[in-house]
């Protein structure tokens, strides 16, 4: 019997929702072709419709390949699958709201981008004026100070973006530099606008001149380019952050005007992976899929002290000495309890040049640090940003140059102190 008969329900409407599925997934950035649809159809059929569970997990096993799509699957299968309101839910969503008519609520992980697929990137159809009722009223909004789409794609959520906006940002950053200034090496070279005094060149100078001092020879102090060591959370939490930090890191990996000495790069959630060579790799695409296949813990829990702990014992010494500049990016949320996070953070610290804190919780307002593992990493720290958006990676990039650079630091140490 060829492999595409099946023996299904005559009318086919499960296969054609089935198909619906999985186009709305391929919208939405995940790799979802024919033979996965033919999987999850016969997956389905042996499986059975009966339970809501087992159908969730039957169609993640088929459609599902790598871990940084698991967010979009779910939000997907829930509007499309199990919220019988989800197309009302997607049209507030796509459509300007009316402040006290609808509730309004942040957008949760990929829901935008959930959206945009299952509605095609079109908007429903709204009445025409005519239609409307004796008690309404026609609302005229002048549009025409709104801020450039450029401008909002720069401020705009990494995890509130639809594919294209992913796509339109990753090219701003892949332009965004990263300048340092470079440092003063104890080494000297002979300079005629040195200031400092080679007293051996002058001496032999004047022996070949009967001893006669005619000039005095000047050095200078070397300058060399520090090293740039990147630990990224790559937990559930900062999947979608981690990603475009990536795909900055890998930019700056591989310009070629010399800025910094090397790049070393690492991911950590539940265990520390080394993926510097992967980064090296001139296709950006090719190699955030290598750091993917080779960092197992994808969206999972978040070890930052025993993460740290490994680093400062296995690759501290191999990768911080000449004075490196680290950047630290993760939210602080560390679910292992039992580790010295503190010690761990005082240790980096006292082995870079510089600590840079990346945290995409600080574009909230109201941000504190109550949580135990940001209390216990904050005073370890030179500088505190965010980086939720490409406007916050410019301002990363401005202010790793100046070294005095404190960020929210000292505003959020105060408060530490207060409330203690």
Not at 92 to 121: I, K, N
Not at 148 to 175: C, G, H, P, T, W
Not at 234 to 242: A, C, F, H, L, R
Not at 308 to 328: I, K, P, Y
Request: net charge positive; glycine share 6%; proline share 4%.
């Amino acid at each position: 019997m060829p492999e595409a008969v099946f023996d299904i329900p005559a009318d086919g409407k499960l296969v054609a929702n089935i198909v619906h599925f999985a186009r709305a997934l391929r919208r939405a950035g995940l790799r979802v072709g024919p033979g996965p649809v033919l999987r999850a159809i016969r997956a389905v059929e042996a499986a059975g419709f009966s339970d809501r569970r087992d159908f969730y997990w039957v169609l993640h096993a088929c459609f599902v390949s790598r871990p940084e799509e698991r967010v979009i699957f779910s939000q997907i299968f829930r509007l499309y699958w199990r919220d019988p309101r989800y197309l009302e839910h997607m049209m507030s969503m796509m459509l300007p709201a009316l402040r006290g008519v609808q509730q309004e609520r942040p957008a949760e992980a990929a829901e935008r981008r959930a959206a945009e697929a299952l509605l095609d990137g079109q908007a429903p159809d709204m009445p025409a004026a005519e239609d409307q009722g004796p008690d309404e009223t026609e609302i005229e909004i002048d549009a025409s100070a709104t801020a450039s789409e450029v401008e909002r794609l720069r401020n705009l959520d990494f995890e509130l973006m639809s594919v294209e906006e992913q796509a339109a940002a990753r090219r701003m950053i892949a332009k965004l530099d990263l300048p340092v200034r470079p440092l003063a090496s104890r080494r000297t070279v002979a300079a005629k606008s040195g200031r400092l005094a080679d007293w051996r060149r002058t001496m032999r100078a004047a022996i070949r001149s009967g001893g006669e001092f005619r000039t005095m020879a000047m050095r200078r102090r070397r300058e060399r380019w520090p090293n740039l060591v990147v630990l990224c959370d790559i937990s559930g939490s900062m999947s979608q952050y981690s990603r475009m930090v990536l795909h900055f890191v890998h930019a700056v990996a591989n310009r070629r005007d010399g800025t910094w000495a090397r790049v070393h790069a690492f991911t950590f959630g539940t265990r520390l992976t080394n993926v510097t060579r992967h980064l090296r790799q001139r296709d950006v695409d090719q190699a955030l899929a290598a750091v993917g296949a080779q960092a197992q813990d994808w969206q999972g829990g978040t070890r930052i002290g025993a993460c740290l702990h490994e680093f400062n014992r296995d690759w501290s010494r191999r990768v911080m000495g000449q004075g490196a500049v680290v950047l630290l990016i993760t939210d602080g949320l560390d679910r292992d309890t039992g580790s010295d996070l503190s010690r761990e953070m005082e240790r980096l610290r006292l082995s870079a040049r510089r600590v840079i804190w990346v945290n995409p919780l600080l574009r909230w307002e109201g941000f504190a640090p109550r949580a135990r593992g940001i209390a216990a990493m904050l005073p370890h720290v030179d500088s505190f940003r965010a980086g939720h958006s490409v406007a916050s990676l410019e301002a990363l990039a401005r202010a790793i140059s100046v070294p005095s650079d404190r960020g929210d630091r000292d505003r959020l140490l105060a408060l530490m102190q207060k409330g203690s």
